[in-house]
């Protein structure tokens, strides 16, 4: 464990906390344990203390270890949620006994997800971005000098084909479409006509966006904001000639419009944090740009600082490679081909 080899070197002033995670590691295989011990301690002194490791630093600059401890922490607390979550229900018993007494478990079987179609001759930074920009649009010049640039640099294309290789993306269909898809195509009637769908952790950002153009107009948790390579979609194996293609192709459509918008946003805040700017101020006022009688404030308003540049972040090539790897092959789904079903990532 990352945490016991960073404590060693401070033996000393941890040796408590060190023997606590040593007996929490010892618990791996008690799964139950596990839980109740993360449920009993989630106050403890030791827990505070990793809460203080994990914390970033003000200057900015994040040693090793600090993600190491922020992860241990957050584990801890999904441990110690399996706990919390039976105890609230035995707290809701009484106000919920109707639904407590009548209800039932049953298992969904997870549906087959569509193929993703291998890299292909337009599989390249140019060809994405025909796809991601419209006709004529004004940023793509802009957009491919960035990522070309970038591309000499760390061999992005190259990562981006390499990733669409044959069998390398395995997709799944994430738990709560899975459910969506249970519901509305048995015309199941939700309790209390509360159109919602709960999950054990947030929805990403492909489910979220599924559930908001999906026809059946269900609810889901909040998006964390966070996306996969490996989402899929529920497969059609007559492909168009299944009754619900064309439904299912308006629906991803418009997913892709939304995952259009994220590559566009992500692209230009890398590429703006890119360009090559001083190291320092260029220390001209607003003020002392005008004369005297250009001066009022709604022109001070219409200026700013152009060259304070104090608070650009690093471009990074994994951002670009996981939101260009999100983008679906064409405008629409009839490129795909029909007899598959399957729907290019």
Known sequence: MACSTYLKDFESSHSELSAWLENLKNLDSAVLEACKMAFEQRKDDNLRLIQDLGRAS???VEPPHVQHFRRVRHMIGRLAAHTRAVEQLIEDSSSACTLLDSFRVETVERPP??????????TTLNGI?????PANDTRYDDFLGFLSALDEQVGLELKIRDKFEPGKIKPSVH????ILHHFYERRLKFAAQDRYIACSKFACICCASYFRHHPARVQALDCHQKTYTKWGIVDLPLG???SQWLSRRKILNDVISDLRAVVHDR??????SSRSHPDSLTAITTSSMMRDDEYSEDTADAYSDVDDDSQKTD????????LSNLVLSD????????????VGL
């Open 113 to 122: 997800s569509a193929p993703v179609p291998s890299a292909d001759s337009h």
């Open 58 to 60: 003000k200057q900015g």
């Open 315 to 322: 471009c990074t090539a994994e951002h670009i490679l996981e």
């Open 331 to 342: 405008d629409l789904i009839d490129n795909v081909e029909a007899e598959s079903g399957g």
């Open 129 to 133: 971005l025909r796809r991601l920009l």
């Open 267 to 272: 692209i230009s805040e890398l590429h703006s």
């Open 240 to 242: 168009a000639k299944d």
């Open 175 to 178: 738990a709560e479409v899975q």
